[in-house]
């Protein structure tokens, strides 16, 4: 096994599939939806991860009254919040960093966010980008360049952690290092190193206190 080195000052993570799981909650939420609209669900599931949900619904209804049906779709999933668990080995990386190295950016309002958070069990960051904070979601730079700025870091000296393809092309478009992780073999264009788990991930720091993260490639 070999391994690579990112030196950095803040890692920015996506929330829904890098931090928490979620997954049944947001597809049973989208699955109502669909069914309640007459659309083929196989289809929106293709495009809600990684997006904010004001995108996809203007993609299947461009006519609807958009701040009524995310009202709709985000009351769904609060309901559902405390089914939220922790993805496998991401905690021992938040206990590795300080609370100033870490940020989350996600698609996900914030109460919701908020809610995900606590019911996994893991602290609340310093700085949060959230579903309305930015007005361009991902493949947007705009959150990732945001979630610098709030922690006074430059994006060059972020890594960026996600799990689907528009997280690492935002990440990329905002000139940040991004880990890929994912189960599937195809790894996004412009990934910097691309892990199936959190275990292959680890904080070593110098006697300076600067951090590096370690990603152990199989």
Same mark, same amino acid.
């Given at each position: 096994m070999t391994s690579q080195r990112l030196p950095f000052k803040a890692i920015l993570f996506d929330m829904d599939g890098v931090l928490v799981d979620s997954n049944p909650a947001i597809e049973a939420s989208w699955q109502l939806w669909a069914g309640k609209h007459g659309l083929d669900f196989a289809e929106v599931k293709a495009r809600i991860h990684g997006r904010k949900a004001v995108e996809v619904v203007r993609h299947f209804l461009p006519g609807a009254d958009i701040e009524a049906v995310w009202a709709e779709l985000i009351e769904q999933e609060m309901a559902?919040?405390?089914?939220?668990?922790?993805?496998? #080995?991401?905690a021992t990386i938040l206990s590795a960093l300080q609370r100033? /190295?870490?940020?989350? %950016?996600?698609? &996900?309002?914030?109460?919701?966010?908020q809610a995900r958070m606590t019911a996994a069990g893991h602290p609340q960051p310093v700085a949060w980008v959230t579903a309305r904070d930015v007005e361009r #979601?991902?493949?947007?730079?705009?959150?990732?360049?945001?979630?610098? /700025?709030?922690?006074? %870091?430059?994006? &060059?000296?972020?890594?960026?952690?996600?799990?689907?393809?528009?997280?690492?092309?935002?990440a990329r478009a905002a000139?940040?290092?991004a880990?890929?992780?994912?189960?599937?073999?195809?790894?996004?264009?412009?990934?910097?190193?691309?892990?199936?788990g959190h275990d292959q991930l680890s904080i070593e720091r110098d006697a300076s206190g600067a951090a590096t993260l370690r990603v152990a490639i199989r």
């Open positions: 559902s919040a405390h089914l939220t668990i922790p993805i496998p #080995g991401i100033e /190295e870490w940020a989350v %950016v996600t698609s &996900a309002p914030l109460e919701l966010a #979601g991902k493949p947007a730079p705009d959150g990732f360049l945001m979630g610098a /700025e709030k922690l006074g %870091v430059a994006p &060059a000296d972020c890594l960026v952690i996600e799990d689907a393809g528009p997280g690492i092309a935002a000139g940040m290092r880990i890929y992780i994912h189960a599937q073999s195809e790894t996004p264009a412009g990934t910097t190193a691309h892990i199936t």
